[in-house]
């Protein structure tokens, strides 16, 4: 199992804004020693001190994209937190002066993100912020708990998860850092085997009773999670199955406390008692032998089982418990978590900062570039008042998006050319107008569906249509606007027929170019995905009903609705307007159908992907 890790520190902000006085910076140097010392042996470190934006984003992904299924991956970031009017959580970034802007800060949720799409199957993330609230009014919200942490295969530790900081007459209070105590933690490792679940036990030990700012906070994905090894002395037990168990046997030493508070000294260790460790050796050969002579048992068991905890334990369990739990069991948990907790699912939105990234093909070359957006609720349809309205598009409802990832643009002709040349199907007609960076059109419904599974073979990852909810989520990109670019659109934002005007807004710019525009031409919606409004019609996953009516709660995913297209429908859904089309038509609301066989210069089609 090999281990890599990347540590973040920020501390380059303006001079008047208010911050901790313990510069993150200090903790990185000897941290990055410490995992590269023989007790953690981690073969690569890499440090980013106060880097920009584009910088930490380039970082992020070559993180997540080390290392294969059975290596470590550790995140740690060191800085300043704030939340933003809505109460999400975003890292501060150098230049930042007080106004949550994407130059000088990035959101939690794309680093969340970026732990998503790795394929290793032990990843640590470590945040080590303090939180600033937005206001005054905010100070009794509860920082983290709107952000989704809870990632398969990882485990994340915050060593600030309690109440935001607010400002006393303009100075912050005084925190402790993570690093400097983690260093000694690690360094300590002559003792034994050191894990999550040992640091996390420590800094609870170390907090006060009566702390309020600093409350330490770890999120996993199951339990085996916590006895992820970060560091082992070399005649601890070897193997991570072995040092995962032993670290249960591990008693966590006591850290001085204060020292950290005041300023980034070394922090000195008290002395502590160790529970005697019993021998593993019988233990781990026993486990072995019953694994081997069990397996197949244990598998006809694990239905018999899930009945058992559904039956004790109810949906509610299921959902925060399992990944492998059915999906109606989950669906219909997360209705009754979001009813009962609305807060904390109302404000889980993307806000500008996507992560972008793309797969590869095994046949060589990469995949279509795809944003990585964060699950929320929203309010789909469009409103009895809302100029231009078609009745399909109603009543209103309120609407839930779980994680996934969306191609940034319309599929071009180069990437679907590729899969028809590999597969033997002929190429559609591009109408003269040029193929490469295109949108593909002379497409049907048909042949969106031939490419994403032609897609999913060659990447090894869930490819499929987008829902209609996953389509008009990402298309509002956070907005309630008929258009996510306002109440108006304009032909420098969108390619459609500005011959004509959209509720007398100034739409009606006399350009219409009567044909379709290459991918990335003109500027993307907030979220970074281009020609959401306009260029082509977009195929979705979904059949046809004439109006929403009674609908779930949470969207299903596409891939998991595959037994739909077993059973047909005569029409598909298609969305986002096209280039000979009047500017009402390119709403983000607005919903057409066509047959699946259709083909012609007007529809094209969008992929998406599952995080997970």
Same mark, same amino acid.
């Given at each position: 199992?090999?281990?890599?890790?990347?540590?973040?520190?920020?501390?380059?902000?303006?001079?008047?804004?208010?911050?901790?006085?313990?510069?993150?910076? /200090?903790?990185?140097?000897?941290?990055?020693?410490?995992?590269?010392?023989?007790?953690?042996?981690?073969?690569?470190?890499?440090?980013?001190?106060?880097?920009?934006?584009?910088?930490?984003?380039?970082?992020?992904?070559?993180?997540?994209?080390?290392?294969?299924?059975?290596?470590?991956?550790?995140?740690?970031?060191?800085?300043?937190?704030?939340?933003?009017?809505?109460?999400?959580?975003?890292?501060?970034?150098?230049?930042?002066?007080?106004?949550?802007?994407?130059?000088?800060?990035?959101?939690?949720? !794309?680093?969340?993100?970026?732990?998503?799409?790795?394929?290793?199957?032990?990843?640590?993330?470590?945040?080590?912020?303090?939180?600033?609230?937005?206001?005054?009014?905010?100070?009794?919200?509860?920082?983290?708990?709107?952000?989704?942490?809870?990632?398969?295969?990882?485990?994340?530790? /915050?060593?600030?998860?309690?109440?935001?900081?607010?400002?006393?007459?303009?100075?912050?209070?005084?925190?402790?850092?993570?690093?400097?105590?983690?260093?000694?933690?690690?360094?300590?490792?002559?003792?034994?085997?050191? &894990?999550?679940?040992?640091?996390?036990?420590?800094?609870?030990?170390?907090?006060?009773?009566?702390?309020?700012?600093?409350?330490?906070?770890?999120?996993?994905?199951?339990?085996?999670?916590?006895?992820?090894?970060?560091?082992?002395?070399?005649?601890?037990?070897?193997?991570?199955?072995?040092?995962?168990?032993?670290?249960?046997?591990?008693? /966590?030493?006591?850290?001085?406390?204060?020292?950290?508070?005041?300023?980034?000294?070394?922090?000195?260790?008290?002395?502590? /008692?160790?529970?005697?460790?019993?021998?593993?050796?019988?233990?781990?050969?026993?486990?072995?032998?019953?694994?081997?002579?069990?397996?197949?048992?244990?598998?006809?068991?694990?239905?018999?089982?899930?009945?058992?905890?559904?039956?004790?334990?109810?949906?509610?369990?299921?959902?925060?418990?399992?990944?492998?739990?059915?999906?109606?069991?989950?669906?219909?948990?997360?209705?009754?978590?979001?009813?009962?907790?609305?807060?904390?699912? !109302?404000?889980?939105?993307?806000?500008?900062?996507?992560?972008?990234?793309?797969?590869?093909?095994?046949?060589?070359?990469?995949?279509?570039?795809?944003?990585?957006?964060?699950?929320?609720?929203?309010?789909?349809?469009?409103?009895?008042?809302?100029?231009?309205?078609?009745?399909?598009?109603?009543?209103?409802?309120?609407?839930?998006?779980?994680?996934?990832?969306?191609?940034?643009?319309?599929?071009?002709?180069?990437?679907?050319?590729?899969?028809?040349?590999? &597969?033997?199907?002929?190429?559609?007609?591009?109408?003269?107008?040029?193929?490469?960076?295109?949108?593909?059109?002379?497409?049907?419904?048909?042949?969106?569906?031939?490419?994403?599974?032609?897609?999913?073979?060659?990447?090894?990852?869930?490819?499929?249509?987008?829902?209609?909810?996953?389509?008009?989520?990402?298309?509002?990109?956070?907005?309630?606007?008929?258009?996510?670019?306002?109440?108006?659109?304009?032909?420098?934002?969108?390619?459609? !027929?500005?011959?004509?005007?959209?509720?007398?807004?100034?739409?009606? &710019?006399?350009?219409?170019?009567?044909?379709?525009?290459?991918?990335?031409?003109?500027?993307?919606?907030?979220?970074?995905?281009?020609?959401?409004?306009?260029?082509?019609?977009?195929?979705?996953?979904?059949?046809?009903?004439?109006?929403?009516?009674?609908?779930?709660?949470?969207?299903?995913?596409?891939?998991?609705?595959?037994?739909?297209?077993?059973?047909?429908?005569?029409?598909?859904?298609?969305?986002?307007?096209?280039?000979?089309?009047?500017?009402?038509?390119?709403?983000?609301?607005?919903?057409?159908?066509?047959?699946?066989?259709?083909?012609?210069?007007?529809?094209?089609?969008?992929?998406?992907?599952?995080?997970?």
């Amino acid at each position: 199992m090999a281990k890599y890790a990347l540590l973040v520190g920020v501390d380059d902000y303006a001079p008047d804004v208010p911050l901790p006085p313990c510069t993150p910076l /200090a903790a990185l140097d000897p941290l990055r020693e410490v995992l590269q010392s023989s007790c953690s042996r981690f073969e690569y470190v890499r440090t980013l001190f106060n880097p920009d934006r584009a910088q930490l984003t380039r970082a992020l992904l070559d993180w997540s994209a080390a290392g294969r299924r059975g290596d470590l991956l550790l995140l740690y970031v060191a800085g300043a937190g704030a939340l933003d009017a809505a109460g999400r959580a975003h890292v501060l970034l150098p230049g930042y002066n007080g106004t949550l802007r994407p130059p000088h800060a990035l959101s939690l949720a !794309n680093i969340m993100n970026n732990a998503r799409l790795s394929v290793c199957t032990r990843r640590v993330v470590l945040l080590d912020m303090g939180f600033t609230a937005a206001g005054s009014a905010s100070g009794n919200q509860v920082v983290l708990a709107q952000e989704r942490m809870r990632i398969a295969d990882t485990a994340v530790l /915050a060593s600030a998860a309690g109440a935001p900081f607010v400002a006393d007459r303009g100075a912050m209070p005084s925190r402790r850092l993570l690093g400097p105590w983690l260093t000694e933690r690690l360094t300590a490792a002559a003792q034994g085997v050191v &894990t999550v679940g040992d640091v996390y036990q420590w800094l609870r030990q170390d907090t006060a009773p009566d702390e309020r700012v600093d409350v330490p906070r770890l999120w996993l994905s199951h339990m085996e999670r916590g006895g992820l090894v970060l560091a082992r002395h070399p005649a601890a037990p070897q193997g991570a199955e072995s040092a995962e168990r032993a670290c249960s046997n591990m008693a /966590a030493p006591r850290i001085t406390r204060g020292v950290a508070r005041a300023s980034c000294a070394d922090v000195r260790t008290q002395p502590s /008692a160790r529970r005697a460790r019993r021998s593993l050796g019988p233990v781990r050969s026993r486990r072995r032998a019953d694994h081997r002579h069990y397996g197949r048992l244990g598998a006809l068991l694990r239905l018999p089982l899930r009945l058992l905890g559904l039956a004790l334990l109810g949906p509610l369990a299921l959902f925060m418990a399992g990944e492998d739990t059915s999906r109606d069991v989950q669906v219909a948990a997360l209705k009754v978590l979001h009813q009962a907790a609305p807060r904390v699912f !109302n404000r889980v939105f993307v806000d500008g900062q996507v992560t972008l990234f793309s797969d590869s093909l095994r046949s060589g070359g990469r995949g279509p570039e795809l944003a990585a957006l964060p699950g929320g609720f929203f309010q789909m349809g469009s409103a009895a008042g809302e100029p231009e309205r078609h009745a399909g598009e109603g009543p209103v409802h309120r609407m839930g998006v779980e994680p996934f990832a969306l191609g940034i643009a319309e599929v071009s002709f180069a990437e679907y050319d590729r899969f028809a040349r590999a &597969t033997g199907r002929p190429l559609p007609p591009d109408n003269g107008w040029g193929r490469g960076n295109r949108p593909v059109i002379n497409v049907s419904w048909d042949d969106a569906v031939a490419y994403v599974r032609w897609l999913s073979a060659e990447t090894g990852k869930r490819y499929f249509l987008p829902t209609e909810a996953q389509w008009e989520y990402a298309a509002r990109a956070g907005t309630t606007t008929p258009f996510a670019t306002g109440g108006c659109i304009h032909t420098e934002q969108a390619n459609y !027929n500005g011959v004509f005007d959209y509720a007398d807004c100034g739409a009606r &710019t006399g350009i219409f170019r009567g044909q379709t525009l290459p991918a990335t031409v003109l500027p993307p919606n907030p979220w970074g995905l281009y020609h959401m409004n306009g260029n082509v019609w977009e195929w979705v996953h979904d059949c046809w009903h004439p109006a929403y009516g009674q609908v779930p709660k949470v969207a299903a995913r596409a891939e998991d609705a595959a037994l739909l297209s077993s059973r047909g429908c005569g029409r598909r859904v298609i969305r986002g307007g096209g280039w000979r089309f009047e500017p009402g038509y390119l709403r983000s609301a607005t919903r057409l159908w066509s047959e699946p066989g259709t083909r012609n210069s007007d529809i094209g089609f969008r992929i998406a992907r599952a995080l997970d």
